[in-house]
Structure formats: structure tokens, C-alpha cells
């Protein structure tokens, strides 16, 4: 899985994660799935499948509030430390 900020402008709620899985990107808003894309199949994403997907996007955001809950070091602080 992987997770990165969602940058540039969204319609009112913007996505604040995005997360990847195969196939699929789940958009969401505070933790909270807002779209779900099979990019394979609509690469420009324009059909949001999250109501024919409700459980798929329900696991999604349950490991990105997992991940979101993960303790780690700030790049900049461990960065710091090793210049000296």
C-alpha cells in the first residue's frame, strides 16, 4: 500500500490522503474514504465507484488510519542529526 498527500486543489472536502492498492486509489478527507477509483480500467478518473465498493474502501481506510497511527521520526529532525 501506499500513502501521499494529495496536492493541488479538490472540490470542498479535498482529499488529505490518497492511498494505493493494485488496481484501485482511494481518495480520502480526515481518514474517511471520499472517492475509489479502479485507475486501470478509468485512468483519468472520472467515475467514482466508492458506493459500488463500500467494503473495499472500508479496509482501505482502516489501514490508513493504522498507518496514520504509526509513530515515526520527522525526516528533518533524523536529518539533522546525522549533518552533525
Not at 25 to 49: S, W
Request: net charge positive; aromatic share 10%.
Amino acid at each position: 500500500m501506499e500513502w501521499y498527500p494529495q496536492p493541488g486543489s479538490k472540490p470542498t472536502p479535498y482529499a488529505t490522503e490518497v492511498v494505493r492498492k493494485g488496481k484501485w486509489k482511494m481518495l480520502a478527507y480526515k481518514g474517511q474514504p471520499a472517492e475509489l477509483y479502479d485507475i486501470y480500467a478509468d485512468p483519468r478518473e472520472k467515475i467514482n465507484v466508492l458506493d459500488k465498493h463500500p467494503e473495499l474502501a472500508k479496509r482501505m481506510a482502516e489501514k490508513l488510519r493504522i498507518w496514520l497511527a504509526e509513530p515515526r521520526k520527522s525526516w528533518l529532525v533524523s536529518r539533522r542529526k546525522t549533518k552533525g
